[in-house]
């Protein structure tokens, strides 16, 4: 495995300029064959200004959809979050949507960005991702860039699920129907082995008309810091703008004029998540990537940060360009009219034009085709969920009495979930957790509870999934000592506020004081001292890696300040699993205590 990328002032160090530089040799003896056999009719036509008015036939209008960050989301009642306050996303209402949006197009083509598998809800994470494979060919999803997530199980799996055939260890989860493969085509163009060649291609090229679209799939450059190295050992995860301007010149030479990159990185608006159609504030490293793209490329379509936004960004020597992301779970769909210029077989970004559309569920008729798929799968589903992935010594209750008619109250299930969630992200160097206490569904129960019988003490699957069945994304990224504690003043819900109180769960080695005052329903005052991390004293200034999961990282349930961090977030995968994980782990698990915070009178 090579070294995560160093930089020098003159760029990317040698290694990875070989390896990039042997990308492109890769493709000489081909661009050679083309010189040769090309017909002349089919070379590049010059430049010719577009006229006022453009005469009949010469503009070809094309609808792109696009959306990313799927992961495996088949059920609306796994999504984790909603638009604008309503439900959202899910298989039946993606799939739904984009039928919709297609009716009356003559030319229309699905794109993704990347993590349409791993970092998945069990239903289909449980199957080595299958189902979601399954449902978006159904969909017609044409094309995607790889994201980290694809990652998740090696290149091997990752080929498995791009060419099909059953599972090497699980098998075939229905042997009369081998597992097929995907219909769509992943790209991978920036993941190189020490000869240049890539997994999987590097682009996809598309002819409408006379006109021929290019299609670049990337994943980000710190893949490699954010899956498991023994996956994908002799694999080099290269500069995301470096490597697609090198295809630029590969894809004119085949006389492709309109370029798309479907990119697995994103940026936020400011605050996040911002409004799915707008573009306040927009920043991360979306912005340097496409200030270093090469101007000749028209469209850029992001992921991995699981935010909104649809900008026109300015291009350094050429002109704007359409950059989007379509939030994550199918709760959005961004729909570009991309209208192609015959004379020059490029786009005519004047004319084109971007619009992210919410996936919202009400208004929308579930697609059968997508309900059969999950119906197919919803047998093995439940027969999984008798399966036992630890054992605990005792009830692992929520807050009040009884368990869970209080989240206003320090909780074991709220402190057990971020005591989870803080081991799994310290790959991350995660320092605490949060769990929203809403985010716990149930309790976990000593005694016996499933049929058959599973024993006492024994947490099935199941068990574990409606205990914490939302199929949030943990995310880790940097907080200061005073945001924290913004954070915790911020469990105070505002006034009218159907809970006055939202106690979050605390990871080990996190303790604090609590002060606060209800009065009449209303959280009327609130005091946070004595912050430690592991007995030392919290510093206002200092720097500490926070894990949470998206629905709080985006600002769920008034926690603001969460929403307000512009940093890089490093994706930690799916929450349930992660629970699954450190329940197999340490075996027996005893309640956490309850005695992290201090509350005072």
Known sequence: MSAPATYTAGGLRTDRRRRLFALVAAFVL?????????DPASAKKPDQPPGN??????????QLLAFNDYHGHLLDGTVPGAVDGLDAGGSEYLSTKLNELRAGNKYSLTVAAGDLIGGSPAFSGL???EPSVESLNAMGLDVSSVGNHEFDEGVTELLRMQNGGCHPVDGCYFPAEPYPGADFQWLAANVVNEDGETPLPPYWIKKIESVKVGFIGMTLEATDTLVAAAGIQGWDFLDEAETANALVPILKAQGVEAIVVLLHEGGSQTPPPGAVDDCVGISGPIVAINNALDP?????????THLPYNCVLDVPDGQPRMVTSAYSYGRVV??????????TDDVRRDLSTAQNHAVIQEGLTPDPAMTAIIEKWQPLYDLAGNTPVGTITEDITRGGTPPGSDRGVESAAGNLVADAQLW?????????AFMNPGGVRSDLTYAQSQTPPEGDGVVTFGEAFTFQPFGNTLVTYPMTGAQIVLVLEEQCQPLGSSRPFL???VSEGFTYDLSKTIVAGDCTSVTVSNVKLNGVALNPAASYNVTVNNFLADGGDNFTTFATITAPRLDG????????????TFSPVAPPSTDRVNELP
Do not use: C, W
């Open 334 to 343: 961004s729909e570009f009219d991309l209208v192609l210029d015959k004379r």
């Open 424 to 432: 799994s992200t310290s790959s991350n160097s995660a320092d605490v």
């Open 30 to 38: 081909a661009m050679t064959s083309l010189a040769i056999s090309a």
């Open 503 to 505: 106690h979050l769960g």
């Open 127 to 129: 199957f080595h991702d």
């Open 573 to 584: 995968g799916n929450d349930l699993l992660a629970l699954v994980n450190y329940l197999g």
């Open 53 to 62: 008015p453009d005469p009949p036939g010469q503009l070809v209008q094309v």
């Open 296 to 304: 000749e490329i028209d469209v850029l379509i992001t992921g991995h």
